[in-house]
Every structure is written in C-alpha cells, then in structure tokens.
C-alpha cells in the first residue's frame, strides 16, 4: 500500500465517523440563531420596556396559533398562500426561464431586450398593485400575476448571464457531436449551468413569497398577507408576530425541498 493509498484510507475513515455527527453539528448550527433570537425576544418582553400590546412573549404568540388553529382558519390561510405563491412562481419562473434563455443565447435579444427588462426590475413591489388592479380586477388574477411578476426577474437575470457566460469550449464540443439549437441547448448548455439556474429558481421563490404580502393587500379576505394587516388593525400584535413566523417557515421549508430537487438533479447529471 502506497502513502497515497494510506491518505486516501485515512480521509474515508474520517469522512465516514463524523458524517451523522457533522449532519447533527449542522442541524444545531441552523437551530441555534433562532434559540438566542428567542431568549432575547422573551427577555424582552419581560423586560418591561415594552407593552404586551408591543411585544407580546413568546408564549402568547404560541397560544394565538392554538387559538387561530383551533378553528381550522388559520389552515385555510396557509393554504391559500401557498396555493398563490406555488402557481405564481410557477408562471413567473416558467416565462423568465424562457425568455432567459432566449436572451442569454441570443446577443442580437440581448441587446434589444435586456435594458428594458433591467428597468422593469427596479420597479417596486406596491407600484404594480393599482395597475393590475386596473387590469384585472380584484380577484385571484392580480395576486396570482403579482408574485409571478416577482418571481420572474431572479429567474429571468441569473439564467440569461448564466447561457450568456456558459463555457464556449462545451459549445464546441457539441457541436462537433452535430448537436444544434434544442439538442444543444438541453444536451450541453443548461446541464452545464445548472447549478445557476437552480439559485435563480431559489431566488425567484424567495421573492414571489416576498411579492406575496403585497398581494394580498388587493382586496383579500383570506391569506397570510390578510391575516398580517387584519392583525395591525385590529391590535393583535401576537397574530402579527405569527403571521411573521409563518411566512418565514413557509419560505424555509418551500426553499429546502427546491434544494433537495437541486441536489438530486446535480447529483444525476454530475
């Protein structure tokens, strides 16, 4: 056995002992922001430098989702929201893949089209909302095109550099194998890229879940959005902190199992 057969030894048997304590050390490294985060929040709140109506503790925000969840309302809430966000992106990540790739492949496009794109960016969030309202009213259509509308441009701007700056030598290598437009395209370039693509998947998730509080300001009676500014009006600070957690575990847990169909898809092609 030579040194180098030694290393290689020595490095699986290290690898192999720590692979479930690492996967633990990970799981508490993620946990262990959100404990501190609590303990301040409770300190806090018992500090007395706030009101309960301020910063209610920890505890009434649990009691407020047995309350809300009690009564099965605050399900349909998060059914509804996710029901919008998932066919939001859907939209709005299927039109910036295509038009992404046009754009990166195609200098001629790019030129035409990516300047007014890039100023479309820059719009916020709330400017869309009297717009759309106009256009189609106050129903599911605006809501459903607002997220779309934030989940597009990450898409959109991260495949468009990623085709545009893709390696030329693999281009030729496809090339000479006779592969030509969709053959090259699927075959060549996208698995090459694939990783950026997923990242623009991620950040166009993040945003449409972003897009979403601001569309559920168009006239919504139900929707997590809803539930934030009913809860601002009416002085439940405890269902406003909740809403705030569940969005934000929402957005966690929708990003994780994009990540697992990421790393299978990497793993597949790699």
Known sequence: MTVADDVKTVAGAKDGRPARSRRWTSVAAALSLPLVLLVVWQLAASSGAYSTAQLPPPLSVLEALGELGGDASLWTHIAISVQRVLVGFAAGAGLGFLLGAVVGLSPGVRAVVAPSIAALRAVPSLAWVPLLVLWLGIGEGPKITLVAIGSFFPVYTTISAALAHADPHLVEVGRAYGLRGGGLLGRIMLPSVAPAI????????????????????????????????????????????????LLATLGKVCDAILGLVERRVLRTHT
């Open 198 to 245: 997923f990242s623009g998947l991620r950040l166009g998730l993040a945003q449409g879940w972003l897009f979403l509080v601001a569309a559920e300001l168009i006239a919504s009676s139900m929707g997590l959005g809803f539930l934030l500014t009913d809860s601002q009006n009416t002085g439940r600070t405890d269902i406003l902190l909740l809403a705030i957690l």
